[in-house]
């Protein structure tokens, strides 16, 4: 007796958003990236289309970061005082975009400047071939300021600047606005907070494809199911039609997970915690996976070999089209 | 529409249109149709022309259909004796005026008639003409014509971000010069871009200000056009170009253009001095980008609102503006703007001696650490707040009528009355109270001052500590101006505060307020569900109860007990996206259950489809979800043919052979269970209560604290039930915990239930 | 259309008997609409009544409990798609695989440490459920050996694998009493597996590629008696492996498809393939390799998403020293809802500045709830400053409040003379510069 599966037929669909723009179109990227489009639950190939598979992310620093747990500092360590450098050798380990995160400060202390922070993105730009966001350093003032030159200066390159928050939105969105670019908008894992800030964003005029929003999760253990279902919840109201809640998201596990005891400390840990940086990468890699069977779109990333897995899960995860269809 | 102004800009805008056409026919005659023409530093072209008609003008020839175009857009005068609606026709003649302004500036530009030449002139920062500024020239002086793309950029972010609210174009030249550099400095301190042109008989602004040394150019947010009225097309241009650049507007979207300009840009044009053809016709332009214009001289006003956001074209003539003298006058004139545009004033911090912010809200003055208190035991202290018309508030206002508190021994009291008016355009009678009970929370957040209590129980004690900084009566009001604007300013345009002292006076006033007290709470009980025509929804609970939906209605507040409609109400006019949004009721469906279409399409929406109805009437069917917030657990007791209610705060066993923990588990989680509800501990009260279902009368067993806790209230719902002795015929944990002994109980005391139907 | 509790209550007995575990009619007939109890339960329901109820009368994933000397694992009984529309409520059991080609010593050390894995998560210790032998030798001898080495250090349920009926039937000798999981039986050995299944009582897995395979296996399998069953899809690749186990939990919640309504095993060998079992409907995992390093990671997912999003995991309420405090250092209290305590936690000790960290108890609630609900007030603060012992132990008494409950402080000053009350910061992120900009400066 052959079996009938219920198929769902929802009437939405997640919005399709391009980051990047090639030489044709105003940029200098050499890959453009896509992603959205979806009109099914994460890789339910059999009942909608998944047009796009999610992308990985890494997270790269203007300069060497303060308090990144040792291991990322080793790992990245012939690369970590130049931006440049370490943005191509993140695209070498996989990056399908760049993730650069200002710093507050510069390598002497002082209040990282416009410039500088022009002169980063700019040689990360120059660096590699792939799309770039951009966060600010993740105060008010220093965002504005910062990422409205950076956005000025690269204007047409259709980055994505981040981070909004319903705080500190409107100058990200001015300058994303008057410059082509794209904005994330973050709210702390919360459905209606999230169609709140994006309602708020596109009340500015700024038209809804070029939102990413951004529901933040966090790290495996540190309330990564509030993230988890935030996100099947945004997804599912999207396919029910819901349009403030059609944009692709973005997700940080890389950030949450190395932020996370268990990356950040070697020693004077249980020993049931097993090998240490095994456990660091273990702890991203599956805190990032259960992000993407949730319906994360872009995964921001910051070691190699949790890059490695998820691509190569995601792979496996847009393949399975053909066994089903 | 007034006939006159119509007149008047529609024979202003025949001229104007008439001279540029000259003008371009001697300027193609003399330099030939293939001469550039541009504005410096724009990739806009000339911006209004490029972005009202998407023509690209780079050649002289180019600017030929311009005209055409604009002259298409002209109308005859109006008649002595036509009487119609000219608003089209003003409208009309303002954008031709516009597009023949901005055809003259160009052609100057070719002449090299503009910038406008200022000798010994040097801008505080603007835009670059190289051949003027140049050294070997000798530094020609010159005003700064249009504002290039940099710097547009720049402010143009900051007023699309909020930074700043908005810039205002102020045509001709004020009354003094002392005038002109008041009317400047009350805008820029409130970050509004001031753009500056024209003339009254050769004078202008400009002239009044360069006199007075004040600085102009970009650096000081007041920029120079020129001193005749048509430079004021670049602040247009200027307009134009914001929506182009943030509004992400193509060239030729003339309509979506203008509409970006009203619902974004918070512009207004100040007319000083005498008010002739040419500037009818450019405020006839200004209208259009929905800017209202306020004159400072005797002209007839346009009020209904349309076009732009409020009134069209005000007038105030300057000699009759309230006020001591002139520089007070000037004052109120930019308050005037202000209000017209609708611009929102910010106060940045709240003006006190003494710390503030919310982590003083717990404060306890102790009595030994207090200076002086105003009501508790010894004394009387009322806050009493209500809306008034626009033009009764000064806003920021504060007065102190009667004694202050020196005179009062250490440690002692005093009679006090805070009264609070409030203005504003989205104000509303309702949110009067909901705006009263913040006083509470405003005035503890005072580091060393304690409120408790509201309405004419009012009690505040001031600190030694913070007497010793210099706290006064006064500040009571500075902060309430502060944080009403700060957490209101969506409904509160204007607030202004007198705090009274003097024995009568108070004793007036505290009738008055008592007076509205009592009419606030009738009001309350009058308002049921059937006199409004849409609930409210809250979703503030979906975070964790993501299917959940409170549908709060005046007879039913919501669950946590927390919310009422007027707060809702409130809520969503303050934050229009956020978790109240109103549910239109639509038509009844079921007016003894309490089935709406409106009710029911929304439960279907907020549910995200897990609850097809909603009943809010009923336990039995279709009754509201909860989140787990609820004050109370109704609950079915079949075999007592009613229900019982167990209040959050006992812990004890209850008939259902459950406690409130275990039930919470079945009524919680935004499923709809028939026979369990969650509900705030007041619904009990409401008539509405399951009314359906029998109402308060199904009440067989209730929790004890709820039965103290209200007695008063109870007490009046039995005697509306018509069986006074009710609250004694329920049952309670003391006496009853199963179901067996709650029978006997109901039977004993001949509880009405034993003779109503059966509930299902 | 599912009945209500109340139709449900109305075809009961009505009579309170208790018999069901439950205290009145209407709790069990509320349950039963919620399917989270089995009909069975109640002894007297008349026949009639039993028909009407056929569709409320049983979960649509069957109950699966593996059982060994002291420990049950349970699978199954699950109600819905997305943990967000109730919970999910029986965590997938964890095995860590053995395999019989391994030498006796390494088998008991392998054994023993998997048994003795214990690590601890808010307080709550996690453990690994149980060991998975895979009879990779093909050898009867091998599998009755390597359990009983197995079971001379470890009592928790097995699973069998092989595909030698004969090593199921040596293995389940050392295991009498016992209600392991037996397989993977598939379309050619099925009916010797069903027989040792029912014989033995023991749990049986079944393995497919295709849904159809699965349906037609389980119903074989219960056409010859065996109730417990446990459905093994085996997907061409991890997207494969997810859609099956989402028809699968569908087709038993939305079609109540009886063949399919088992709960499933996910054999893991990637670090995603486990994300994914724990995330999307895994009932069991076998985990290819047992290792601290991912076991502990895979567990506290477990443990995260099988969370009830209504009743959020609490910490443990007491005193957490951070960054080696001295009695002169302050004490921040919160209350003890996890996430909650793992803001302030972070915050503090990646500031790396010393400080008391007192978790009041909240019931679990988050700051501001808990303020709301009465769970956090002065009273409960000052009950745990009491319980701590901060008395006597703090030489300097400081203590900060969060921020959101700043009007608290009047209460709690009363409520502890001699303690200085301060206000911190609404949010976590702001307790370092807090900390440094005004606690170090007076």
Request: proline fraction near 6%; charge should be negative.
């Amino acid at each position: 007796m052959p079996v009938e599966v219920p198929k769902e037929k929802w009437p939405g669909s997640v919005r399709t958003i391009t980051l990047g723009a090639l030489p044709a179109e105003g940029g200098t990227r050499k890959r453009v990236v896509t992603v959205g489009g979806e009109t099914a639950m994460p890789f339910m190939h059999f009942e909608g289309e998944i047009p796009y598979p999610p992308v990985v992310a890494i997270e790269i620093k203007d300069r060497k970061p303060d308090d990144w747990s040792p291991l990322l500092l080793e790992t990245w360590r012939d690369v970590i005082d130049d931006p440049a450098q370490w943005a191509a050798a993140a695209e070498e380990a996989g990056a399908d975009l760049i993730v650069l995160a200002l710093s507050l400060t510069n390598r002497d202390g002082n209040p990282t400047t416009p410039e500088e922070a022009v002169a980063s993105v700019k040689a990360v730009l120059a660096a590699t071939g792939v799309p770039l966001i951009v966060f600010g350093p993740g105060q008010a003032e220093a965002d504005n300021a910062l990422l409205v030159a950076v956005s000025e200066a690269t204007k047409g390159e259709r980055l994505a600047l981040g981070i909004c928050e319903d705080k500190n939105y409107r100058t990200i969105v001015a300058t994303a606005m008057a410059n082509g670019h794209l904005v994330t908008a973050r709210t702390p894992m919360d459905v209606n907070l999230a169609k709140q800030l994006n309602i708020l964003i596109s009340d500015m005029g700024l038209p809804l494809d070029r939102i990413l929003m951004d529901p933040t999760t966090g790290a495996l253990g540190y309330g990564i199911e509030y993230g988890f279902s935030v996100m099947e919840r945004l997804r599912l109201a999207a396919l029910q039609g819901d349009k403030m809640t059609q944009l692709p998201m973005i997700v940080t596990p890389g950030f949450e997970a190395w932020k996370a005891k268990e990356s950040k400390v070697g020693e004077g840990v249980p020993k049931a915690w097993g090998d240490w940086l095994n456990r660091a990468i273990n702890w991203e890699t599956l805190t990032a996976m259960t992000l993407v069977e949730s319906g994360a779109d872009i995964v921001v990333l910051r070691h190699p070999e949790s890059v490695r897995r998820v691509k190569a899960a995601i792979d496996e995860l847009m393949a399975a089209k053909a066994f089903v269809s | 529409m007034s006939r006159y102004i119509a007149t008047r800009a529609i024979r202003g805008a025949n001229a104007l249109v008439r001279e540029a056409e000259l003008m371009l026919k001697r300027a193609l005659a003399e330099k030939g149709g293939a001469q550039k023409v541009a504005f410096p530093n724009t990739a806009y072209y000339l911006p209004l022309i490029y972005g009202m008609t998407g023509v690209a003008v780079e050649k002289l020839e180019d600017l030929v259909p311009v005209i055409e175009h604009a002259k298409r857009l002209l109308h005859p005068v109006p008649s002595e004796k036509m009487w119609t609606p000219y608003l089209g026709e003003t409208l009309d003649s303002g954008m031709a005026t516009l597009l023949a302004a901005e055809t003259i500036e160009a052609i100057r530009f070719v002449y090299g008639l503009q910038p406008e030449r200022m000798p010994g002139f040097t801008l505080a920062g603007g835009t670059a003409y190289p051949e003027l500024d140049s050294p070997n020239n000798g530094r020609v002086g010159h005003l700064n014509g249009p504002i290039d793309d940099i710097q547009l950029r720049s402010w143009g972010i900051q007023l699309v971000d909020g930074r700043m609210p908005g810039f205002a174009a102020i045509v001709g030249a004020a009354k003094s010069n002392e005038v002109a550099v008041k009317i400047v400095r009350e805008l820029q301190k409130r970050n509004i871009l001031c753009f500056l042109s024209g003339n009254v008989n050769g004078r202008s602004i400009i002239h009044q200000l360069i006199e007075e040394g004040v600085e102009l150019g970009y650096d000081t947010y007041t920029v120079p056009f020129g001193t005749d009225t048509i430079s004021a097309i670049y602040a247009l241009g200027f307009a134009t170009r914001s929506a182009l650049t943030f509004g992400g507007l193509k060239a030729g979207q003339a309509r979506e253009i203008l509409l970006y300009n009203r619902e974004r840009v918070f512009a207004f044009v100040l007319a000083l001095g005498e008010v002739d053809d040419l500037k009818y016709a450019a405020a006839a332009g200004a209208i259009n980008f929905g800017f209202p214009v306020i004159a400072d001289t005797v002209i007839p006003e346009i009020l209904p609102t349309g076009v732009t956001k409020y009134e069209h074209v005000v007038s105030m003539p300057f000699n009759e503006i309230e006020g001591a003298d002139d520089l007070e006058r000037a004052e109120r004139l930019v308050q005037k703007c202000i209000e017209v545009r609708g611009v929102k004033v910010k106060v940045a911090e709240v003006p006190v001696p003494v710390p503030y912010g919310s982590a003083f809200e717990g404060e306890v003055v102790r009595k030994n650490d207090m200076r002086v208190e105003f009501g508790g035991k010894h004394s009387r202290c009322f806050e009493y707040l209500y809306m008034a018309p626009n033009d009764e508030v000064v806003d920021g206002k504060v007065e102190v009528i009667g004694p202050t508190f020196d005179h009062i021994e250490p440690q002692g009291h005093m009679d006090m009355g805070i009264i609070v008016k409030v203005a504003g355009r989205q104000m509303q009678e309702d949110f009067e109270p909901v705006l009263e009970r913040q006083i509470h929370y405003f005035i503890n957040g005072a580091s060393g001052i304690q409120h408790i209590g509201q309405r004419d129980i009012a009690w505040i004690r001031i600190s030694n500590n913070a007497a010793e900084k210099g706290f006064k009566l006064e500040h009571f009001g500075k902060i309430l101006h502060a944080r009403y604007h700060s957490d209101f300013g969506a409904i509160v345009d204007k607030v202004q505060v007198t705090i009274i002292t003097e024995p009568e006076l108070l004793q007036q006033w505290l009738a008055k307020a008592r007076a509205a007290y009592d009419y606030r709470n009738r009001r309350l009980a009058d308002l049921t569900d059937e006199k409004v025509e849409e609930f409210y929804s809250c979703t503030l609970c979906q975070s964790f109860a993501p299917n959940h939906v409170c549908v709060i209605s005046p007879e039913r507040l919501g669950l946590c007990g927390a919310y009422n409609w007027l707060d809702c109400k409130a809520s969503y006019n303050i934050n229009p996206t956020g978790p109240n949004q109103p549910i239109k009721l639509g038509k009844v469906i079921d007016p003894v259950k309490g089935y709406w279409t409106g009710t029911n399409e929304y439960a279907k929406i907020g549910s995200h489809g897990v609850v097809q109805e909603v009943s809010m009437y009923s336990i039995m069917e279709n009754p509201m979800t909860a989140c787990g917030c609820f004050e109370c657990i109704v609950m079915l007791i079949p075999e007592a043919n009613g229900v019982m209610v167990v209040s959050r705060e006992d812990p004890s066993m209850t008939p259902a052979g459950m406690t409130f923990s275990t039930l919470a588990g079945i009524a919680g989680g935004g499923l709809q269970t028939p026979g369990v509800m969650g509900v705030g501990k007041y619904f009990l009260l409401s008539p509405k209560f399951i009314s359906a279902d029998g109402g308060f009368k199904r009440v067989v067993w209730m929790s004890s604290i709820l039965k103290e806790m209200m007695a008063e209230e109870l007490k009046k719902v039995a005697e509306r039930e018509g069986d006074p002795d009710l609250i004694d015929k329920i049952a309670d944990e003391r006496h009853v915990t199963t179901v067996d002994e709650l029978l006997v109980w109901l039977e004993e005391h001949q509880h009405p239930v034993l003779s109503m139907e059966p509930m299902f | 259309m599912a009945l209500s509790g109340i139709q449900i209550y109305k075809l009961l007995p009505q009579t309170n008997c208790k018999e069901c575990g439950f205290p009145t009619c209407l709790a069990f007939a509320m349950k039963l609409a919620a399917k989270q109890v089995e009909l069975s339960a109640c002894p007297y329901v008349s026949e009639e009544s039993k028909a009407q109820l056929q569709e409320s009368s049983a979960p649509p994933i069957r109950l699966i409990t593996l059982k060994s000397d002291g420990y049950e694992i349970k699978a199954g009984n699950e109600v819905v798609m997305f943990r967000h529309e109730k919970t999910f409520y029986n965590k997938p059991g964890v095995f860590a695989k053995i395999k019989t080609s391994a030498a006796e010593a390494d088998v008991k050390e392998l054994a023993g440490r998997i048994n003795d894995y214990r690590v601890n998560y808010v307080g709550i210790d996690l453990e690994v459920d149980g060991i998975a032998v895979e009879d990779d030798a093909r050898n009867a001898d091998k599998m009755q050996k390597t359990l009983s080495v197995i079971r001379s250090v470890s009592k928790k349920p097995v699973m069998l694998f092989s595909d030698n009926v004969a090593s199921i039937e040596a293995g389940l000798s050392q295991l009498s009493g016992e209600t392991p999981l037996i397989g993977c039986a598939d379309s050619e050995n099925w009916e010797k597996f069903a027989e040792l299944a029912k014989q033995s009582k023991a749990a049986l897995a079944v393995i497919a590629d295709t849904l159809d395979g699965l349906a037609e296996l389980s119903e074989k399998a219960k056409a010859k008696g065996v109730e417990d069953l446990v459905l093994v899809p085996k997907g061409k690749n991890l997207g494969h492996e997810l859609i099956l186990q989402s028809q699968i939990r569908r087709l038993a919640l939305k079609a109540n498809f009886r063949s399919l309504g088992y709960p499933t095993l996910a054999f893991c060998q990637t670090h995603a393939q486990i994300a994914q079992a724990i995330a999307k409907y895994a009932g069991f995992l076998v985990i290819d390799q047992f290792a601290e390093e991912l076991v502990y990671p895979l567990l506290v997912l477990r443990q995260n998403i099988y969370t009830d999003p209504q009743k959020p995991i609490q910490v443990q309420p007491g005193l957490y020293e951070i960054n080696n405090p001295q009695p002169t250092d302050p004490v921040l209290v919160t209350t003890n809802f996890s996430i909650t305590y793992f803001s302030v936690a972070n915050e503090v000790e990646g500031s790396g500045l010393p400080a008391y960290l007192l978790v009041a108890d909240a019931e679990g609630m988050s700051v501001l709830t808990a303020w709301a609900a009465g769970k956090f007030d002065a009273e409960r603060i000052a009950k745990a400053v009491k319980a701590a012992n901060l008395d006597t132990r703090m030489s300097r008494k400081r203590l900060v409040l969060p921020g959101a409950v700043a009007v608290l402080s009047g209460e709690v000053e009363a409520e502890l003379p001699g303690w200085e009350i301060r206000v911190g910061p609404r949010e976590a992120v702001d307790i370092p510069k807090f900390y440094k900009q005004v606690l170090q400066v007076n």
